[in-house]
């Protein structure tokens, strides 16, 4: 049994981890990952990713709720694809195309839409439509556990977050205001999506979480795990209590960020040793 809880990563995807053209987080964590982080995987909804759409998110949350999973949620990082389409009833396993996608969104902000339909490839007989479901999910998720520091990576493929879009807007200001995290600083917008990139982006929105609910007496920091992290920034654990309990996180996941930087990590966020 380890000596501390991994982080717990709620990856909401449709991906099948496959598809390099389409740069998505590898379907298992790196080696240098798996000592302090982990993917939630639900035994029976398979797949790589832990949620596919909302069906299968509410189903998982369904049975946080009635306590029958504690094991499973609740999540500590969230890293939230935008487009959930390749997991829907009756296309199981289809890969979406990238460049109607990227037409589509161009499309959408041109004309101001408040969707956009998107015709399949010819070989997929049927459409999709340009949504945000991945967004939602996570941010909904966020919310209903906002008692919980939650470190929200969003993930596309546009080369922005789409924050110019009204319902994306819309997103972002109510989660600001309720979470009082901009979670776009920390998303991952057209570059390669590796685990490298995404993990290192959760830590710091979970840092930043994790003052805010510390700041307003929601979550409660051990005062000696602080005090040992001011004397030896190598201590091993954080511990933290909150409504869902105890958990003891690993500060080598905690600053995975900053690794290689000659600095302690109360030198980068000093906030985080001072709360």
Known sequence: MSAYDKFRILWIDDCEGDSSDYQYPEPRLPDEFRDHFEIIRS???????????????????????????????????????????KWSPGNRGIIADATAEDAAIEAMREENTQGVNLAAPEQNCGR??????????????AT???????????????????????????????????????YSRYGISGVNRAWANVIPQGVRSWRERLLHLVKTSRVDVSLTDLSALADNQSHPVLTISTRYGVRQYPTA???????????????ASSNEHHM
Request: net charge negative; charged share 20%; no cysteine.
């Open 43 to 85: 035994p029976h909804l398979g797949g790589p990713s832990t949620v596919r759409n909302p069906q299968e998110f509410a189903e998982l949350h369904q049975t946080f709720l009635a306590e029958e999973n504690t094991d499973l949620l609740p999540a500590d990082l969230v890293a939230m694809d935008y487009v959930l389409s």
């Open 253 to 267: 996941g905690l600053f995975v960020d900053l690794q290689g930087v000659s600095e302690p990590p109360s030198g």
């Open 128 to 141: 999709r439509s340009a949504t945000f479901e991945g967004l939602v999910i996570g941010l909904v998720y």
């Open 144 to 182: 209903l556990t906002s008692d919980h520091p939650t470190g929200l990576v969003p993930m596309t493929n546009y080369g922005d977050l789409l924050e110019g879009e009204p319902e994306v807007r819309a997103l972002h200001d109510i989660t600001r205001t309720i979470l009082h995290v901009d």
